[in-house]
């Protein structure tokens, strides 16, 4: 006897198929917890290997010593900032595979309109312009110590040209995806919704520039402010990696210009 056909109809029904999803609050601050252990192991594994490659068997008793003068060099700091960035990729990659969306679409790498770059790039213009001049009037330096120190590191061991390549593409889009990208598509909805998401995410974006001291932490802020904003109006992280690229490309300029005139 032959089942109903209803019954062999449900019997052999594929199930429904999940529908994707976005990370809210909590699980967007999971998985960047996860993100940033995956960076920051990307870039120790390099401290360590540049550690190893010293002449000479490895002293524990000056292991200190030694992690400082690697650390404090030009060549780490570009290849550990390089070597980031594959781990923040696959983690976000997993992150947006497991919640069923394309990462392209969850990360919103659209193609940035001319109108909102020119904007951007002006915005950041006078931003930092502004800066500029409160740092001149309290008398303050306007590029920060740590950035003259690493150059002129990168400069003594030849490798001012991988640091550039660092500062000005692999930051960018390596803080840009997780923060901008990332961190804020979440966030943004959540009970945060827009202006928290850019809030918080500026936030964090400013933890991870702590080797600067208060004023250029204020000036770190303001700039992912205008980054949220730009990420909210243009929809698209690569805008905010370009003006991003474009904020750091001005900063390595400015302070090649001052370390040679002082």
């Known amino acids: 006897m032959s089942l109903p056909e209803t019954l062999a109809d449900d019997s052999v029904a594929p199930p429904p198929a999940r529908e994707p999803r976005v990370w809210m609050f909590w699980g967007t601050s999971l998985w960047g917890l996860l993100i940033f252990v995956a960076l920051f192991l990307g870039q120790g594994a390099t401290i360590l290997i540049l550690l190893l490659m010293q002449d000479g068997p490895l002293d524990f008793s000056t292991l200190a010593d030694s992690v400082t003068h690697v650390v404090t060099g030009g060549k780490a700091l570009s290849l550990s900032v390089m ?14 595979k497991i919640a069923r969306q ?24 006078a931003l930092v312009e502004g800066w500029d001049l409160l740092a001149k009037a309290t008398g303050r330096d306007v590029s920060p110590g740590f950035m003259m120190d690493t150059l002129k590191a990168a400069q003594s061991d030849n490798t ?32 945060l919704r827009i202006p928290g998401a850019i809030i918080l995410s500026s936030a964090v974006w400013t933890l991870m520039h702590l080797q600067y001291d208060w004023f250029f932490l204020g000036e770190v802020f303001s700039i992912g402010l205008l980054l949220g904003y730009l990420r909210y109006r243009g929809n698209s992280t690569w805008l905010t990696v370009v003006i991003h690229g474009l904020n750091n490309l001005a900063a390595t300029i400015q302070t090649i210009w001052l370390a040679s005139h002082s």
């Open 160 to 191: 001012l040209w991988l640091l550039i390549l660092a500062i000005v593409v692999a930051a960018p889009i390596t803080e840009e995806f997780f923060v901008r990208g990332f961190l804020y598509r979440g966030w943004s909805q959540s009970f």
């Open 83 to 96: 070597t980031g960035l594959p781990g923040v990729l696959l983690a976000i990659w997993i992150a947006t």
């Open 102 to 125: 394309r990462f392209a679409d969850y990360l919103a790498l659209n193609r940035p309109s001319w109108k909102w770059l020119l904007i951007g790039a002006l915005s950041l213009g």
